[in-house]
């Protein structure tokens, strides 16, 4: 399953600490990452604190992951600035919402506006074409990150998640 | 009331290996009065973050100690975040909020502090080991040491006058700020990782 093999790459690459807010197609992933003891997984009261948290990481010598999801790429705007201004590598996993099959239409302005915005503030964005193309994309997005000093944002769409419903969402 | 210059450069008097992050505006300025110093990263925007920084900075280097100063509207921004350290619970980490009740690079206008918002509190009850509001020199003087010693997170409120005073700047540009410190830390490495 995909998130076990984003979990894979993140250790392979070395990553050891995690800021996310708490998203239902992060589940998976939130929880390999509290269970594994050479991580350290931090949770955020908003998406904008990932971004203090990878930049103090990144000061300290230590790699860092982010995740969130796509509404919460609309907190982080204003601090991408001072990821470009300081050329911090930062690498953040957004799942999508409001993009196919979405349900509450109050997710869908963010939804359809993230790619543009992470864009306009400097961040070189990814899409995954299908399931399979989620870990390499991921591999390809830390290496970027880490070897060139870039923001690099991975979003994984809606269809792949698959949330459909509330009933949905809420069962998993 | 004392002065925000004078409590800055006594709490950074004995910073050795101090890891040192600084909110934008007056404290940045402050803590280029007391000293540049190339294990400081003062902020010149990103306002909201400076402890979240400064938890960044702590996780990543759990033998060094982390002083994040910063004002007390920078600090307002990011309220969650003290939840956030509160959890996190690093033992090497203290934030020191310079609370002159004003948000000084826009006008002077006041802050939430002026009407009485308690940020020690708020620490407190997201969980930091140390909070108080200092307003003496000796509560100055006992921070001093326990930014060094007591295992955090610590969190003080130290209020001083509301002064116009000149501008110390330190450098602007971020990827210099950045590469400087990092330099500083983890040594020639630093460059290749």
Not at chain 1, 37 to 53: H, N, P, Q, Y
Not at chain 1, 89 to 98: A, F, H, K, N, Q
Not at chain 1, 112 to 125: C, H, P
Not at chain 2, 89 to 100: E, M, S
Request: glycine share 10%; net charge positive; proline share 5%.
């Amino acid at each position: 399953m995909w998130p076990e093999e984003i979990h894979r790459e993140l250790k392979a690459a070395g990553i050891r600490i995690v800021g996310y807010v708490p998203d239902a197609g992060h589940k998976r992933l939130i929880e390999l990452c509290h269970g594994d003891k050479a991580m350290r997984a931090v949770v955020l009261s908003t998406e904008e604190e990932g971004i203090g948290l990878a930049a103090g990481a990144w000061l300290g010598g230590e790699r860092s992951v982010l995740l969130m999801q796509s509404s919460g790429v609309g907190n982080v705007i204003n601090v991408l600035g001072m990821v470009k201004e300081c050329r911090f590598p930062l690498v953040t996993l957004v799942t999508m919402r409001g993009q196919e099959g979405e349900f509450n239409p109050w997710q869908v302005p963010m939804g359809q506006a993230t790619r543009g915005v992470l864009e306009a503030m400097g961040t070189v964005v990814q899409a995954p074409k299908d399931e399979k193309d989620i870990a390499p994309t991921v591999n390809a997005a830390l290496r970027l990150a880490y070897n060139s000093y870039a923001s690099v944002a991975v979003l994984i769409p809606q269809r792949i998640i698959g949330i459909k419903s509330f009933q949905d969402q809420t069962s998993r | 009331m004392m002065k925000r210059r004078q409590v800055v450069k006594q709490l950074l008097a004995g910073r050795k290996n101090l890891l040192v992050v600084a909110g934008l505006g007056s404290t940045a300025w402050d803590i280029t009065a007391a000293g540049d110093h190339d294990l400081s990263f003062p902020l010149w925007g990103a306002m909201g973050q400076a402890a979240m920084i400064g938890l960044g900075l702590a996780l990543a280097q759990p033998r060094r100690r982390v002083l994040v100063i910063t004002g007390d509207g920078e600090m307002l921004m990011g309220l969650g975040s003290l939840a956030t350290i509160g959890v996190q619970k690093p033992d090497n980490l203290t934030v020191v909020v310079i609370d002159n009740e004003r948000y000084g690079e826009t006008g002077m206008q006041q802050t939430h502090t002026a009407a009485g918002v308690d940020l020690a509190a708020a620490a407190l009850g997201c969980g930091f080991r140390f909070a108080e509001i200092i307003s003496s020199p000796s509560g100055v003087r006992s921070l001093a040491s326990l930014i060094h010693k007591s295992p955090g997170p610590n969190f003080a409120q130290v209020k001083v006058a509301a002064e116009k005073i000149p501008l110390v700047l330190p450098p602007r540009e971020g990827t210099l700020l950045k590469a400087r410190f990092r330099r500083a830390l983890l040594g020639a490495k630093a460059d290749l990782a």
